[in-house]
Nanobody
Framework: QVQLVEPGGGLVQPGGSLRLSCAAS????????MAWYRQAPGKQRELVAS???????NYADSVKGRFTISRDNAKNTVYLQMNSLKPEDTAVYYC????????WGQGTQVTVSS
C-alpha cells in the first residue's frame, strides 16, 4: 500500500517560513519524481515545485527564489522549504509521486495571515 504522509502545515505570518515534509512508503522512492502542488480555494491545483530522480528541480515562477524543494532518498522523504511567505501562498499543499503511476498525499493546509 502506497502512502504519502504530509505533516507540517499550519498558520504562519507574512514573511515567515515553514517547512513541509512528505514521507513515502510502499514505493521505491529513489525511482520516483517527486513534487509539491497546491490548491487555493476556488482555484485549480497548480504545480509548486518538482524534483527528478536525478535531483534536478523546477519551480513555479511565483515561488522562485523563495521556496526550495529537496529530497532525501535515505529517508524516503521530500521537503519543501518555504521562506518569505505571502498571503497568496495560502492553500492546501499536496505531495505527489510520479513514475508510470501517480500517487498523492492527503494534503496539508498552509495559511499565511497576520
Amino acid at each position: 500500500q502506497v502512502q504519502l504522509v504530509e505533516p507540517g502545515g499550519g498558520l504562519v505570518q507574512p514573511g515567515g517560513s515553514l517547512r513541509l515534509s512528505c514521507a513515502a512508503s510502499g514505493i521505491v522512492f529513489s525511482m520516483y519524481g517527486m513534487a509539491w502542488y497546491r490548491q487555493a480555494p476556488g482555484k485549480q491545483r497548480e504545480l509548486v515545485a518538482s524534483t527528478s530522480i536525478g535531483f534536478s528541480t523546477n519551480y513555479a515562477d511565483s515561488v522562485k527564489g523563495r521556496f526550495t524543494i529537496s529530497r532525501d532518498n535515505a529517508k524516503n522523504t521530500v521537503y519543501l522549504q518555504m521562506n518569505s511567505l505571502k498571503p497568496e501562498d495560502t492553500a492546501v499543499y499536496y505531495c505527489n509521486a510520479r513514475r508510470t503511476t501517480e500517487y498523492w498525499g492527503q494534503g496539508t493546509q498552509v495559511t499565511v495571515s497576520s
